[in-house]
């Protein structure tokens, strides 16, 4: 009897020295990776975000391979907590996005006395050593945040629950304690106060829309991101003066490079695995295919009709158009421009106003296991009716000659692409795999990926569509991301070409593009 409460002991400690060493692992498998990325793209003007999904899908794959794990990495627990963080990663872009929107529709110029005076000292080969702590302080953050939200809430996370309190006063500790001391702080102590305070508010907002979309699902199906999108987007607008500290700072630069790790390590690990599920491959190929076709389909009809290309301009369009999780995270990092990361914020948040639409036909899609074909189509037009009236604004900007009113008028036509693409290539999606004959479970997936649309993602990892589309979707929606190279290669052409962007290369992909759809329509 004692030999057998023994050996219950000693499984018991061996278990709580596991979740440390997974607590350490996490650390070195997708912080290096993010350094890395970075470090490789230094001195170009290339987003290390494609690097993250090269060396993210490389090292799940590799990770399987050899045996140190199998797919879906169910041994590295904490890295599978990281990747659904998401709706926290894209929090401080909607406080930001209504911030702007404030500013843009009352016509308000604001000046932020910034608290921080960034170090130019590398801490490592592109990385100087505000945004090391940055990358580090986003870690601490996702993990504390997450944690306390699941503890709070009741989320069940198996084995790893008991130890949720723990990891969130170690990411939130953590958090705090991180900090630059190269950086010059004008009030340190001001700028340490408003970093807990943004982490109280953001974790009171995801336990506050964690029962908003738990109460209103039986009447309509609206997932968590939407009510953190109004609210954050909705103090934003209220503290339009806020001048963020550590949290939102970190997050902006750092979040969404840190889920995207993550995910694309899970991701990486199901590769094998993905290849050998029935109807893959025409999901596969729709999601490459439609990637070209919304990413550079969109901008060269902006460049055709709108007669501008200049990244200013293309990058928060398309970032906004699509919900696209890798070119916003290299927006609101900075790697695109100034005017593109701070126009990115509103051009992300104003589709999510229409979700209340896209979520409820999917939802209702979902329960009866096939497209509400009507709906659908109606939504679908209402984006090609507002795409068109975008391009005509921002072709009217040519005559504008005061500077201000210019920028309030790209913005603004901006604004009107964002929702009215976001609509058309969204439901243009759906309906097109529908009338084809894919089924719905796989419709979605084939869409999420081919937008990269981080909403889509959230609310199917969510379990809109069920389990196993939630477990199969990572690597899914990380393949389309193959593509980046093209992506982020013009985006760099351009930003050494003073914003422009090459006109014949996006329009041959946009073609391919299609030519990739009517393949994966074959092959249904």
């Not at 109807?279 to 919304?294: C, E, K, Y």
């Not at 209340?356 to 899609?365: E, G, K, N, R, W």
């Not at 090609?384 to 072709?395: D, E, G, Q």
Request: overall charge neutral; some cysteine; proline content about 4%.
């Amino acid at each position: 009897m004692e030999s057998i409460i023994m050996v219950e002991d000693i499984i018991i400690q061996v278990a709580k020295l596991q979740v440390f060493s997974q607590f350490w692992t996490s650390i070195f498998l997708l912080v290096p990776l993010v350094l890395i990325a970075r470090t490789v793209v230094a001195g170009t003007r290339y987003s290390p975000i494609l690097l993250v999904v090269v060396f993210g899908l490389s090292l799940g794959f590799i990770m399987v391979a050899t045996g140190v794990s199998t797919p879906g990495l169910p041994e590295f627990q904490i890295v599978d907590l990281l990747s659904r963080t998401t709706i926290i990663a894209l929090i401080a872009s909607f406080f930001v996005g209504g911030q702007e929107l404030r500013k843009v529709f009352g016509k308000l110029m604001v000046e932020h006395e910034d608290l921080v005076s960034i170090s130019k000292e590398e801490a490592s080969v592109g990385t100087n050593k505000t945004q090391f702590a940055y990358i580090f302080h986003s870690f601490f953050l996702l993990l504390g945040i997450e944690a306390a939200y699941r503890a709070v809430v009741g989320i069940d996370g198996g084995a790893l629950t008991t130890y949720y309190p723990l990891l969130a006063y170690i990411g939130i500790a953590g958090s705090i304690i991180i900090l630059d001391y190269k950086s010059i702080l004008k009030d340190k102590k001001i700028y340490i106060r408003k970093g807990i305070l943004e982490t109280l508010v953001i974790c009171t907002v995801l336990v506050i829309t964690f029962h908003i979309s738990t109460a209103i699902r039986p009447i309509i199906a609206l997932p968590q991101i939407f009510f953190a999108m109004l609210i954050m987007c909705s103090l934003g607008a209220v503290f339009y003066k806020w001048a963020l500290g550590p949290t939102l700072r970190s997050l902006l630069f750092a979040g969404l490079p840190m889920v995207l790790a993550a995910n694309f390590l899970i991701g990486g690990s199901r590769i094998s695995e993905a290849f050998g599920i029935p109807g893959m491959t025409s999901v596969l190929a729709f999601g490459f295919a439609g990637q070209l076709v919304w990413m550079f389909g969109g901008i060269s009809i902006i460049m055709i009709f709108a007669k501008t290309a200049h990244v200013r301009n293309l990058a928060p369009a398309l970032a906004g158009g699509l919900s696209h999780a890798g070119l916003t995270g290299a927006c609101t990092a900075g790697d695109l421009g100034h005017l593109a990361q701070s126009r990115t914020p509103i051009m992300i948040n104003l589709p999510f106003l229409a979700h209340v639409f896209v979520f409820s036909i999917l939802a209702i899609s979902a329960e009866r296991g096939s497209l509400v074909m009507g709906p659908a189509l109606a939504v679908l037009l209402t984006g090609a009716l507002l795409t068109v009236w975008s391009l005509k604004t921002l072709r009217a900007v040519e005559t504008v000659e005061n500077v201000d009113h210019k920028d309030s008028k790209e913005i603004k036509g901006l604004m009107k692409f964002a929702l009215g693409w976001q609509l058309f290539a969204m439901f243009g999606s759906f309906v097109l795999l529908s009338v084809f004959g894919m089924n719905l479970n796989h419709v979605a997936v084939a869409a999420t990926s081919s937008l990269s649309h981080f909403g889509l993602f959230a609310a199917t990892q969510g379990g809109m569509f069920g389990i196993e589309v939630a477990e199969l979707l990572p690597f899914i929606f990380a393949m389309p991301f193959l593509v980046h190279p093209f992506v982020f290669f013009l985006f760099g052409k351009a930003m050494g070409n003073n914003g422009e962007m090459p006109k014949t290369p996006a329009f041959a992909l946009a073609g391919i593009g299609v030519l990739g759809i009517v393949y994966s329509i074959i092959a249904i």
